[in-house]
């Protein structure tokens, strides 16, 4: 009779596809920290270096079209953190500085949906219109609305 074991005491236990699937679906905190390159890639010491600088020269491109769009009209954060993902494929320093990012991000979202401070940034908001309102309004009361060009003579 088959059992599935090679004869000594240990149990033999058959995995099906679902836990296959299971124990290689691992979140992004239990995956370790390296390369994501290609076995074949890893195998050969020459064609890894050049991965890495063809990862490093895309991700860099990537990074700075972010900076480029930070004064100018663009998402310029979204494609830094862009940058970041691509060289997180490949460096183990990228890695930990997105994951402190994500981290940091989610602790901030966390604290803006507290109720507590949803209240008194609503309180703040208020009271900034209310002042620039009474502002414009002494304005307007002691110049008027003039208009930097003459329709009446056209």
Do not use: C
Request: net charge positive.
């Amino acid at each position: 009779m088959n059992t599935g074991s090679d004869g000594s005491r240990e149990a033999a236990t058959v995995s099906g596809p679902d836990e296959a699937e299971t124990e290689s679906a691992e979140t992004p905190e239990q995956r370790g920290l390296g390369s994501r390159a290609p076995q074949f890639i890893k195998a050969r010491r020459a064609l890894h270096v050049s991965w890495q600088v063809g990862v490093f020269v895309v991700g860099l491109a990537v990074v700075v079209a972010g900076v480029i769009m930070l004064p100018l009209p663009g998402p310029g954060w979204v494609v830094i953190f862009g940058g970041m993902a691509i060289w997180a494929t490949e460096f183990v320093w990228a890695q930990l500085v997105l994951r402190w990012t994500k981290r940091k991000v989610t602790e901030a979202a966390q604290r803006a949906l507290d109720p507590r401070v949803r209240r008194r940034n609503i309180a703040l908001t208020v009271i900034g219109l209310v002042i620039v309102a009474v502002l414009l309004g002494i304005y307007l009361w002691k110049f008027g609305v003039v208009m930097p060009w003459k329709i009446k003579d056209q």
